[in-house]
């Protein structure tokens, strides 16, 4: 999103926030296999999943747009809220705090932390 083509940022937008509501709405069953950093784009893919399970090692997830000067959409801010509640959500979005495992799962951002590769058992 550095220095975007103003005339197909508006598309690239619109298809990037579709992904993510396609991804939420599927009827499929999803989950979320974390097995690093996931900030920005990678929670956001990871909250639309319906289970988040999250490697030990040292990765990081949350929502860090903020530090780079971009708004999280609506939507996602509803998703935050719903998915670790309203204050947890708000020192998210406004801080752009970036979450170890264990602290993504005592504020339900992950539903599971396992060690290294159980992650994708």
């Known amino acids: 999103l550095y220095n975007p083509d103003p005339e ?6 619109n298809a990037f926030q579709q992904l993510f509501i396609d991804l939420y709405g599927s009827r499929l ?3 979320a296999a974390i097995q690093g950093h996931a900030p920005a784009a ?4 990871a909250m639309c999943c319906d289970y988040r399970v999250m490697t030990d090692k040292k ?11 971009i708004a999280a959409p609506p939507w996602l801010g509803q998703l935050m809220v719903r998915t670790v509640g309203f204050r947890a959500a708000e020192m998210s979005l406004g ?23 159980a992650v994708m058992s």
Do not use: H, K
């Open 59 to 69: 990765g990081r997830i949350g929502l860090n747009e903020t530090l780079l000067g």
């Open 95 to 117: 801080l752009g705090r970036l979450y170890s495992p264990q602290e993504a799962l005592e504020i339900g951002l992950v539903d599971r932390v396992v060690a290294g590769e």
């Open 42 to 45: 990678g929670c956001m893919l």
């Open 8 to 13: 197909r940022l508006p598309v690239f937008w």
């Open 29 to 31: 069953a999803t989950v």
